[in-house]
């Protein structure tokens, strides 16, 4: 079997994820702050609500949310994002892009049973990437082989 056929084959086997834009994107980003502002409000009524510790818990909570880890590669005509997915494959993953910066969400399924500390649907992890030059947004891909999140950004190019 030549080079090709195996590339091309395991591109067969990965699922396209949607790329989110514009205002669609704005609302992401807005829902990864709501869910950190629970998570961290979680925290609060653990303590039995006691004042004072709202930074600490506000930071638990972002830590707790951004755990997902990103390799960048950048070549002259693109951006490539990989992420191991690990506990999270199976889960919603979002994509948002604009010009400078990614944002990544996995959310729970919304078959699990509901929890106080991660309801079904709820977002699960976060990720922002500050993109080191300009992407074109509406050309972005991102795709899934169930292990590993793809996300492939071609840059604008300077006229």
Known sequence: MSGLTVRKKAEDLR???PIRTGAALGDLAREVTESVGRRAYEFYEARGRQDGQDLADWLRAESELTGIDAR???????IDIEIPLGD????GLQVGVDYSH??????SAPTLKRTEATPAGSIRAATSIDLPAEVDPA??????????????LPKISAS
């Open 15 to 17: 699922t396209s994820v």
């Open 72 to 78: 960048m590669s950048e070549s002259n005509g693109e």
């Open 88 to 91: 999270l494959a199976g889960t």
């Open 102 to 107: 990614v944002v990544v969400t996995a959310r």
């Open 139 to 152: 050309r972005a891909a991102a795709s899934t082989d169930g292990q590993t999140l793809t996300i492939v």
